[in-house]
């Protein structure tokens, strides 16, 4: 089936530093990867759809400039958290539609997310 | 705005009974729901889905129901096991503008006892 690597699963970072995050589909190739943020006892939140080629399209309320996505090929894309702060800490992950592409209504395959704690 | 909602947070069930897990949505736009697993440390892995057009979809131990008049939906999971115990997120698709969205719910912690 259709596998998605994140990595890395946990992080913990000085707050200023940047933090980026890796999300791979293993087997399939990916022109869309989509990256969400859960905190605790919430719903995982679309932050932005990363798109291979082209600018990720962001979600109201994220800032573009403070989570810099990048999808330079079919099977990755990059989250990084720029300049840190402690309310970034937070649970990260990364998901792909899987096979057919062509419906919508693929389900989505997930990374097994990153903890981002910034202290 | 919560457009879908799980609102019992979690479900304690024995082992061999029922679970049935509940799920409200407000935007009638929404054409397709899903229902993710999710197990601690891991992501989310698609369990079983249904298309507005449809009331009934059944996969095995698990079936959904959507009532649409309701914006309700439900995952019936039949006999119930102790590895089913983990957070089932409740999702809902629309198309808007040629993309999609995909809006979640909060998830239910369910706990099936041996």
């Known amino acids: 089936g259709a596998v998605v690597s994140q990595h890395p699963s946990w992080v913990i970072c000085k707050s200023g530093t940047s933090v980026k995050i890796e999300c791979r589909s293993l087997?399939?190739?990916?022109?869309?990867m989509f990256w969400y943020r859960q905190f605790p006892k919430q719903s995982l939140m679309l932050m932005a759809t990363s798109n291979e080629g082209s600018k990720a399209t962001y979600e109201q309320g994220v800032e573009k400039d403070k989570f810099l996505i990048n999808h330079a090929s079919l099977t990755l894309s990059t989250l990084t958290v720029t300049s840190a702060h402690p309310e970034d800490s937070s649970f990260y992950i990364c998901?792909?539609?899987?096979?057919?592409?062509?419906?919508?209504?693929?389900?989505?395959?997930f990374g097994n997310g990153t903890r981002l704690t910034v202290t | 705005d919560q457009q879908v909602k799980q609102n019992s947070p979690s479900l304690s069930v024995q082992e061999g009974r029922i679970s049935i897990l509940n799920c409200d949505y407000t935007?009638?736009?929404?054409?397709?729901f899903l229902w993710y697993k999710k197990y601690p440390a891991e992501g989310p892995t698609f369990l079983i889905s249904?298309?507005?057009?449809?009331d009934k979809n059944e996969d095995g131990r698990f079936t959904v129901f959507l009532n649409k008049s309701a914006k309700h939906l439900s995952l019936h999971i039949v006999p119930s096991q102790p590895g089913d115990s983990a957070v089932y997120f409740c999702a809902a698709s629309a198309r808007q503008g040629g993309s999609e969205k995909l809006v979640f719910g909060k998830g239910m912690k369910l706990t099936v006892n041996p």
């Open positions: 998901s792909a539609r899987g096979p057919p592409f062509s419906s919508y209504n693929s389900p989505l395959h």
């Open positions: 249904i298309s507005s057009i449809k």
């Open positions: 935007n009638s736009m929404f054409d397709y």
């Open positions: 087997d399939f190739q990916a022109t869309t």
